[in-house]
């Protein structure tokens, strides 16, 4: 549904009254910020890009793969900034006896930049990097000059440094894993945004919800828990919630 008066104000209604609340967000949270998604028809895949360039084995045997790509994708992450959505959700957070957990499937940093203070990122985050070789970890924008100078950005030991993002054919990372789990079934109000829950395990999270919580999906295409959710918005995530969330503009 597009966003009317009455379901705007049944959502800020939600959110006065929530104690505990969750979103979930996925790929478009972050377009709204600029940063393209994958699997969309404009999306990167579609673009061009191909898996390969996430995938684990292909990185330890060619990490040129992903680098090459990394040298255009990266810099558009780079220069992105949080857009009115993640702004409404670190103002949600700011409230007093107000707990908001942002589980993210999105590689940036976007909720963290904008001040929500409890993020789980179960797909790993761009921020930091590390070796393959001796594990050293570094800060990601320590090695945005080799980076953009198009080249494999190695430690000293002569390892390659890998982003600690999640490519396919490894594990999520348990501890925003687990936390997010636990974040869903305490959850009072849970809210999808920006993912159609196409993409397993994050999508099953919101089947641990208890069945007291209410739900809300704001995302521009149908996603699998429409017919359940208390409320569907297929309008822009930002503009939604800086209705529902006023101080957002503050």
């Not at 379901?7 to 209604?13: C, M």
């Not at 999640?166 to 079934?185: D, I, N």
Request: aromatic share 8%; net charge negative; charged share 20%.
């Amino acid at each position: 549904m597009q966003a009317t008066t009455d379901t705007q104000a049944t959502l800020r209604t939600a959110f006065d009254t929530a104690e505990r609340i969750v979103f979930l967000t996925g790929a478009g949270m972050s377009t709204e910020s600029g940063i393209p998604d994958f699997r969309s028809p404009t999306g990167l895949y579609a673009g061009g890009v191909n898996e390969d360039v996430f995938d684990i084995d292909i990185f330890r045997s060619r990490p040129e793969v992903f680098y090459e790509f990394a040298h255009r994708f990266l810099d558009t992450v780079r220069r992105a900034r949080p857009n009115a959505g993640h702004l409404a959700m670190a103002a949600l957070a700011r409230r007093p006896g107000t707990r908001v957990d942002v589980i993210t499937q999105n590689i940036d940093t976007l909720h963290q930049d904008a001040g929500s203070p409890l993020v789980h990122p179960v797909h790993g985050t761009l921020a930091t990097s590390r070796c393959v070789r001796c594990e050293a970890q570094v800060p990601t924008s320590d090695l945005w000059p080799a980076i953009e100078a198009g080249t494999v950005p190695r430690h000293l030991c002569g390892g390659v440094f890998k982003p600690e993002i999640v490519f396919f054919g490894e594990p999520l990372p348990e501890v925003a894993f687990t936390a997010a789990e636990y974040a869903v079934r305490k959850a009072d109000l849970l809210v999808i945004a920006g993912t159609s829950l196409a993409v397993y395990p994050a999508a099953g999270l919101p089947q641990g919800r208890s069945r007291a919580c209410r739900l809300v999906v704001i995302n521009r295409s149908p996603t699998p828990l429409d017919a359940e959710a208390d409320l569907v918005f297929s309008d822009s995530i930002g503009a939604v919630l800086s209705v529902a969330v006023p101080e957002t503009a503050a």
